[in-house]
Each structure stands twice: as C-alpha cells, then as structure tokens.
C-alpha cells in the first residue's frame, strides 16, 4: 500500500528557508493520474493548500504563497519536495504531503487528496 | 479562487442521531467536491469524492449530495468514532480550497 513520509528540519528561523521532502514508498510517483501536493494547518486552525506538482513537473501554487513557494519533483528518488522562503511565525504549522487524485485525459479535474502522509511539525523561531 | 463556505462550525450530538453539515462553493464545481475526516492528531482521511462516492473502507452511514452549489455531508447514525472535524474541499480546480471545519462534539 502506498505511504508518504515527510522529512525536514522541525524548526526554522524567521527570514529562512523552509525545506521539506516526501518521499513516496510501494508505488511509483511517475503516475499521470495523480498530482503529488502539500497541505498545511496551524495549530488549531484549518487546511491549507499549498500546492502541487505534476509527474512532468508542471506545478500550481496557492496565489497567498506563490511568491514564496517551489515545488519539485525527483522521480528518481520516487520524491517530491516543498521550499518555501522568507518565513515567519505565521508558517508554523503541520504540513502534510498528500497524494491528489486527478480525471480526465489531461488530468484537469477531480483532485482529491486519497493518501496522506502522517504531517510534520514545523515551528518557526529564532 | 473559489471559495468553500462551510457550516456548522460546530455541532453536538449523540450517538444515534443524524448529522448534516453542508458547504456552499462561490461559484459552480460541478460534482467535484471532497469531505474528509480529521481526528487530533491524525492526518484527514477522504470520505467521499465527487459530491457523492464513497471512498473505499468508509462506513455506509457517511453519504453526500449536492443541489447546485451546496454540497451535503450527512452522517446517518453516529457512532463514537465518529466525533471528529470535517472539511469539504472543493475539487474542480486549481487553486485547491477548503472549507473552515466542523467540528462534532459529544452532546
């Protein structure tokens, strides 16, 4: 069954650069049916959708962070990662890496996240 | 963007009763909505997809709907692992969007 982990540093310093990778086990994420993303949520607050990438690396990106935000994709490695600069306290949060669902012969529509990654915590401070 | 209006955001209730929480999309999504499932700690889980498909492994108490663009998470009979927070997440386009929550509680 496919699993996602996520891996990064825990804590980040204001004005840094936020870094994380997934990394997908027992399935390929060279699949054009699926988009690889990147969910966030404060503590004790909503989801956020940060954005998401494409197996060809064709990418889209939450308008409030997309000055901000990279999204890559190494399919060698079966990763994908999240960059994410200049943060302050407001970036804390629990990301989650998912994987989106996607139909139509483009993959254009339908995008729904069916397996997620178990989230890490990111805090940033000084 | 489109924007997710979801409500109640909160709801009591016991086990055995009926729980509805709707989501209303600024614009239409046609069928391509989501409703997970987010217990403490823990990662959403996808309920449904496309307004009214149950995903695999989810119990046949949870169902959705839609009229136009108002969407409908109804929980037939409670159960105890059923107190959680729900999301709609509108599933037509980039950029993806959530709705703000609901979080059933234990009456």
């Known amino acids: 069954q496919l699993q996602l982990q996520e891996s990064g540093p825990g804590l980040v310093k204001p004005s840094e650069t936020l870094s994380l990778t997934c990394t997908v086990s027992?399935?390929?994420?060279?699949?054009?049916?699926?988009?690889w993303g990147w969910i966030r949520q404060p503590p004790g607050k909503g989801l956020e959708w940060i954005g998401s990438v494409y197996y060809s690396g064709s990418t889209h990106y939450n308008p409030s962070l997309k000055s901000r935000v990279t999204i890559s994709i190494d399919t060698s490695k079966n990763q994908f990662s999240l960059k994410l600069s200049s943060v302050t306290a407001a970036d804390t949060a629990v990301y989650y890496c998912?994987?989106?669902?996607?139909?139509?012969?483009?993959?254009?529509?339908?995008?729904?996240?069916?397996?997620w990654g178990k989230g890490t915590t990111v805090t940033v401070s000084s | 963007d489109i924007q997710m209006t979801q409500s109640p955001s909160s709801v009591s209730a016991s086990v055995g009763d009926r729980v509805t929480i709707t989501c209303r999309a600024s614009?239409?999504?046609?069928?391509?909505l989501a409703w997970y499932q987010q217990k403490p700690g823990r990662a959403p889980k996808v309920l449904i997809y496309a307004a009214s498909s149950l995903q695999s492994g989810v119990p046949l108490r949870f169902s959705g709907s839609r009229s136009g663009t108002e969407f409908t998470l109804t929980i037939s009979s409670l159960q105890p692992e059923d107190f959680a927070t729900y999301y709609c997440q509108q599933a037509n386009s980039f950029p993806l969007t959530f709705g703000q929550g609901t979080k059933v509680e234990i009456k």
């Open positions: 027992d399935g390929s994420i060279s699949s054009s049916t699926y988009y």
């Open positions: 614009q239409g999504i046609s069928n391509w």
């Open positions: 998912a994987r989106s669902h996607c139909s139509g012969s483009n993959c254009y529509y339908n995008y729904y996240m069916d397996v």
